[in-house]
T-cell receptor, first 115, second 116 residues
Framework: EAGVVQSPRYKIIEKKQPVAFWCNPISGHNTLYWYRQNLGQGPELLIRYENEEAVDDSQLPKDRFSAERLKGVDSTLKIQPAELGDSAVYLC?????????????FGSGTRLTVV | AQSVTQPDIHITVSEGASLELRCNYSYGATPYLFWYVQSPGQGLQLLLKYFSGDTLVQGIKGFEAEFKRSQSSFNLRKPSVHWSDAAEYFCAVGARSGSNDYKLSFGAGTTVTVRA
């Protein structure tokens, strides 16, 4: 089966510009996560979806970040406007559900550089 | 709130030598514990997980980890390292955030370099 697919792999933008990342989870996975990984650190959760509902977005900077998961499948994470501090790797992960019985499958990530 | 500490930022090991990566967690209840590996430019791959039962857990690629409740530790080990094991390793703790769901918190990671 195909894994979690993310695009683009790399993105370089100027500050104050908008940017969007796309994630296609594993088929049948109801739970989708967006993580941000800063250089030299572990991933930090931004938002979690159960199907199309965002059930945990407490760590999402809502003034500039937004996300959606239409029809409970693909998801898009957007930043507008981007700031220098947003440079990081943005990881998408999916799971069958959010119980402890299943592990997460991560995508390869999108490396964002804001200049 | 749960937290994870990986005391070693960087470890260098010779090929064929043994490897041990340390992980300490803080969580008020019985934790779910995980080790992930991340190769350059790749996403995270699950090596092994501990939920309950036998405290010595076997994973993929010849890795194992031991849960020690008294020390709040979940150290990862491999008896003989291969050059392909050079990567970044993340320990994570899963804490319940609802009736039947949990949230992963990751440590800062340990970078492993393998020398010939």
């Amino acid at each position: 089966e195909a894994g979690v697919v993310q695009s683009p792999r790399y993105k370089i933008i100027e500050k104050k510009q908008p940017v969007a990342f796309w994630c296609n989870p594993i088929s049948g996975h109801n739970t989708l996560y967006w993580y941000r990984q800063n250089l030299g650190q572990g991933p930090e959760l931004l938002i979690r979806y159960e199907n199309e509902e965002a059930v945990d977005d407490s760590q999402l900077p809502k003034d500039r970040f937004s996300a959606e998961r239409l029809k409970g499948v693909d998801s898009t994470l957007k930043i507008q406007p981007a700031e220098l501090g947003d440079s990081a790797v943005y990881l998408c992960a999916s799971s069958v559900d959010s119980s402890a019985n299943y592990g997460y499958t991560f995508g390869s990530g999108t490396r964002l550089t804001v200049v | 709130a749960q937290s994870v500490t990986q005391p070693d930022i960087h470890i260098t090991v010779s090929e064929g030598a043994s490897l041990e990566l340390r992980c300490n967690y803080s969580y008020g209840a019985t934790p779910y514990l995980f080790w992930y590996v991340q190769s350059p430019g790749q996403g995270l791959q699950l090596l092994l997980k501990y939920f309950s039962g036998d405290t010595l857990v076997q994973g993929i690629k010849g890795f194992e980890a031991e849960f020690k409740r008294s020390q709040s530790s979940f150290n990862l080990r491999k008896p003989s390292v291969h050059w392909s094991d050079a990567a970044e390793y993340f320990c994570a703790v899963g804490a319940r955030s609802g009736s039947n769901d949990y949230k992963l918190s990751f440590g800062a990671g340990t970078t492993v370099t393998v020398r010939a």
